[in-house]
């Protein structure tokens, strides 16, 4: 989100508007957009304010106040799925997230995850050094 106009500006293109100039003709005489004019005035207009508001911080994370368990939780079921420790979080927690969540929020706190189950190792058969070279797979009978 960008910066808010400076308290400056925004006295000078209302003292521009009460002197009688029009909207357009403020907003290009300041470089500004003749949206940000109006809504300046409007908000004079309906709440006497003529000063910038406050950024907001925006939403908190879901998970935020579940760190701490989340942590310990990890750290006893190292091995523990994503899909685990969702389900987890929905019985003792009583709290419901998707997988997209939970990774994000063991990514932000720097945890190990698990993605899914171990596999079985694949069957890929032996190469020899000279064939692996070259990408082809050797013949072992």
């Not at 207009?45 to 879901?62: I, L």
């Not at 685990?84 to 019985?91: C, D, I, K």
């Amino acid at each position: 989100m960008g910066k808010p106009y400076s308290q400056d500006l925004r006295e000078r293109v209302i003292a521009t508007v009460d002197s009688g100039t029009r909207a357009c003709a403020a907003a290009r005489l300041f470089l500004v957009s003749v949206s940000y004019v109006s809504k300046v005035l409007g908000r004079r207009r309906t709440t006497g304010e003529t000063t910038a508001r406050v950024g907001r911080a925006g939403r908190k994370p879901k998970l935020a106040t579940h760190d701490e368990a989340l942590r310990a939780r990890v750290a006893a079921h190292p091995d523990a799925t994503l899909e685990e420790l969702q389900e987890w979080l929905a019985a003792e927690r009583k709290v419901e997230v998707s997988i997209g969540c939970l990774w994000n929020r063991l990514k932000f706190l720097k945890l190990p995850l698990k993605k899914s189950r171990s596999a079985l190792p694949s069957r890929i058969g032996r190469m020899s050094l000279r064939l692996a070279m070259s990408g082809v797979r050797a013949n072992l009978t």
